[in-house]
Nanobody, 126 residues
Framework: VQLQASGGGLVQAGGSLRLSCVTS????????MAWFRQAPDKEREFVAA????????FYGDFVKGRFTISRDNAMNTVYLQMNDLKPEDAAVYYC????????????????????WGQGTLVTVSS
């Protein structure tokens, strides 16, 4: 299973980016997908997750309506639309996949995920 993240770049504060993560080598539609991020000298942080079965979505507390996760099973792709970006959103963003559905409180726990992408860098200038 391979996950290829893309869409990162440099954006001014208040701007938007859409990240994409293409999955290959498995039945994407049966995997739950998530985004995490890690800034320099900080721990990995949960951003969002979307389930395959019901399309339920979960977000990290910091998102506050600014980010939206979505998936296109026909394209084997999960997206993260990020609006109103702030300098503190700068990080490497990783997509991750897990076959089994977790309890609601467990989605932020990266140790449960089976596969990870290589990350895409997001830089936000003030």
């Amino acid at each position: 299973v391979q996950l290829q993240a893309s869409g990162g770049g440099l954006v001014q504060a208040g701007g938007s980016l859409r990240l994409s993560c293409v999955t290959s080598g498995t039945i994407f539609s049966r995997y739950n997908m998530a985004w995490f991020r890690q800034a320099p000298d900080k721990e990995r942080e949960f951003v969002a997750a979307v389930t395959w079965r019901e399309g339920n979505k979960f977000y990290g507390d910091f998102v506050k309506g600014r980010f939206t996760i979505s998936r296109d099973n026909a394209m084997n792709t999960v997206y993260l639309q990020m609006n109103d970006l702030k300098p503190e959103d700068a990080a490497v963003y990783y997509c991750a996949a897990i076959k089994y559905e977790l309890n609601d409180s467990a989605w932020p726990l990266g140790q449960f995920y089976d596969y990870w992408g290589q990350g895409t860098l997001v830089t936000v200038s003030s």
